[in-house]
């Protein structure tokens, strides 16, 4: 916590693993995490356990209070995140605290949280047993919430976060905390403010780059992190997709972060589907940024069902400055290209620039109209004055626009129509 920025990984890291399990600990660790988060719950028979929750059915679909039942009626259930990470996630027990804290509290630093509010006597006992705790576990809360002046009578650092609509409460109860925390949804000024205060302010979640860069840049210095192995780096992970196992990779992002709005990955077919109800996008992080000056971007992509009507097309979107949602739909966040086809076969190439929701066409090509369930194979070509866009399936037809407007490094896929008719993106390059 002596640099800047410093990364703790949120609820072990859930973008990337099972939340608040010792695999997600585990693997965060693993993955140069110095610091995890760590929430607490007690059982009835007073067990302490990590969930975020204080009801399992989120996580398990179980309806169990954890206040209600005994450790060993919770042993039964697991959690699961599948509906966000892939089919292929593992199921996971709700781990013991004090089984996670004996394998990690000597070489991490651990953000504890009491999530009920009634067990900060046991649990500062249990933070107490173990050897140099003071340096290893900072206590978490909500900023007006009670005891973390027992925490610090004990010596431990502490950290209150801020949550919706707190702003106006900043001067009574900065004062109270050694780090300050806030959502990453404030806005710009409440950021700020709160920066002002002096101490390091830790903003959470942090799922992407431009979230990391955009709080840094308001004087923010601790990031937590619920893709930590993605918003640590800058540089990709891979050259191709790994939709085949069917795990999402770390930077692959729907536009809305929330399990319903994640594709569905499908390790049969080795690719990704698009099939929520509105338009949608899904930005391919893992392979990004693209920091060549001329390279290619190839996939494959087919409606497996119905094409859609004349009015819906998909495609890719690239030539992006950061990892922020664009959607063809939708004002550009950022400024970039974007390739549609529709269900006549007609290829376009768009440029549009930040903030605007019409772009400019650049190029048209007509090829064969697309048929249900049958891929199409694609590829765009840049390069520092131009690109090329070619569709390699059937007859082979494409086109090149000269343009040099846009050459940031990041890339999605896109489904610009409404309707949860699905399409379909594999094998998806970076060449």
């Given amino acids: 916590m002596a640099t800047t920025p410093f990364h703790i990984a949120h609820r072990g890291s859930g973008d990337n693993w099972t939340e608040h399990t010792e695999n997600s600990y585990s693997q965060a660790i693993q993955s140069g995490a110095k610091a995890i988060e760590v929430s607490v719950s007690a059982t009835s028979d007073g067990v302490l356990v990590c969930h975020h929750d204080l009801n399992t059915e989120r ?54 949280e009491d999530k009920q509010g009634t067990n900060t006597t046991v649990l500062l006992d249990l933070m107490d047993s ?17 005891h973390y002046a027992e925490a610090k009578a004990r010596g431990y650092k502490t950290w209150g976060y801020f949550v919706d609509n707190a702003g106006n409460a900043f001067a009574e109860l900065a004062g109270r905390f050694d780090f300050l ?11 700020k403010a709160l920066v002002a205060f002096g101490k390091p302010v830790i903003c959470w979640e942090i799922h992407t780059r431009w979230m990391r860069e955009r709080v840094m840049s308001l004087g ?27 795990l999402r990779a770390a930077g ?34 893992s392979m990004c940024p693209v920091t060549k000056d001329t390279y290619s971007l190839s996939f494959d992509m087919r409606w497996p069902m119905t094409v859609p009507d004349k009015n819906g097309s998909a495609g890719i979107a690239f030539g992006h400055a950061d990892d922020q949602p664009y959607r063809p739909t939708a004002p550009a966040t950022v400024a970039g290209y974007h390739l549609t086809l529709n269900r006549d076969g007609t290829m376009r190439l768009f ?23 049958v891929w199409m194979r694609f590829r765009v070509d840049i390069s520092p004055g ?25 890339f999605g896929l896109t489904k610009n129509y409404l309707g949860k008719q699905p399409v379909e993106f594999r094998q998806i390059e970076v060449s």
């Avoid at 781990?95 to 504890?112: E, G, N, Q, W, Y």
């Avoid at 173990?130 to 009670?146: L, N, R």
């Avoid at 923010?220 to 069917?246: E, H, K, Q, W």
């Fill in 59 to 112: 996580m398990t679909g179980r309806n169990l209070q954890i206040s209600e039942v005994t450790y060993e009626e919770l042993r039964a259930v697991r959690n699961n995140s599948r509906s966000w990470i892939g089919p292929q996630a593992p199921v996971q027990p709700i781990p013991r605290l004090k089984d996670v804290l004996d394998s990690h509290a000597a070489t991490s630093v651990i953000f504890i």
């Fill in 130 to 146: 173990y050897p140099d705790s003071k340096d290893h576990f900072v206590w978490k809360q909500t900023a007006g919430g009670k």
């Fill in 181 to 191: 925390g806030i959502y990453h949804g404030a806005t710009d000024d409440e950021i």
């Fill in 220 to 246: 923010v210095t601790g990031l937590m992190c619920s893709n930590f192995p993605y918003v640590v780096g800058n540089s990709p992970i891979s050259s191709r997709d790994d939709f085949a196992s069917g």
């Fill in 252 to 285: 692959d992002l729907p536009w809305i972060l929330g399990p319903s709005y994640q594709p569905t990955l499908q390790p049969d077919f080795s690719s990704v589907s698009l099939n929520n109800e509105a338009s949608s996008s899904y930005t391919l992080g």
């Fill in 351 to 373: 440029a549009r620039a930040a903030g605007a929701m019409d772009g400019e066409l650049l190029g048209e090509v007509l090829s064969d109209a697309p048929k249900p369930g």
């Fill in 386 to 410: 131009e690109i090329a866009f070619t569709r390699l399936d059937g007859v082979v037809a494409g086109g090149v626009a000269r343009s040099s407007s846009y050459r940031g490094g990041y």
